[in-house]
């Protein structure tokens, strides 16, 4: 079953169940591996399968995750796949109303935290990654003189450019070149401010 290519998420439910900091971390793995058990994400994350599994149903409830088809033998095991290619959350669709915003501020900030987090443990562990990795991983920041119209035709040429960089990569790898190929996360933040 083909994916849908992004979620757009606009109900409160919704971004409550994703902004939940166990959740958003089986999200992400499940979409870093494709697929994979309770069991295989309750290793990574350190938990119990069973709360592991209480929270794939959660996240199945909202419509984010599904079963996807067994990969083992024996076919007892319980697989889960991400429905989309990613989500997407636009503030426009929580200002409508107080406790809409405050759930988006909140979820905002978790996935804030969260992607910090993952950028420390590289920092914590750069010097394992080699010289290769360590010249290609860059941390930059840009400061641009821009419209809210350039600045969003920068995001859509940014974003374009990404997911041609995934697709050629995925293209690759599933024609056998693996060698050297990692996980990268590449966080981009555009957002106006005033001296």
Do not use: C
Not at 30 to 50: K, N, R, W
Not at 162 to 177: I, P, S, V
């Amino acid at each position: 079953m083909a994916r849908e290519e992004n979620r757009r998420i606009t109900d409160i439910g919704t971004l409550k169940a994703l902004a939940h900091p166990l959740r958003m971390k089986l999200y992400r793995l499940l979409f870093v591996s494709e697929a994979a058990t309770a069991s295989q994400l309750a290793e990574q994350v350190d938990e119990a399968v069973s709360l592991v599994s209480y929270h794939l149903r959660k996240l199945a409830g909202h419509g984010l995750v599904e079963e996807a088809e067994g990969r083992s033998a024996d076919g007892r095991e319980r697989w889960w796949r991400p429905v989309s290619e990613g989500v997407s959350i636009r503030d426009e669709d929580f200002r409508d109303a107080p406790e809409k915003a405050a759930a988006h501020l909140a979820a905002s900030r978790l996935f804030l935290e969260q992607r910090m987090e993952m950028y420390r443990a590289y920092l914590d562990t750069r010097a394992h990654w080699g010289a290769e990795w360590n010249a290609a991983a860059r941390d930059t920041e840009v400061l641009l003189r821009l419209t809210a119209g350039e600045m969003t035709a920068l995001q859509k040429d940014l974003t374009d450019l990404l997911k041609r960089y995934d697709e050629q990569g995925r293209a690759r790898e599933a024609a056998g070149d693996t060698e050297g190929r990692e996980h990268v996360a590449l966080h981009l933040y555009g957002f106006p401010f005033r001296l």
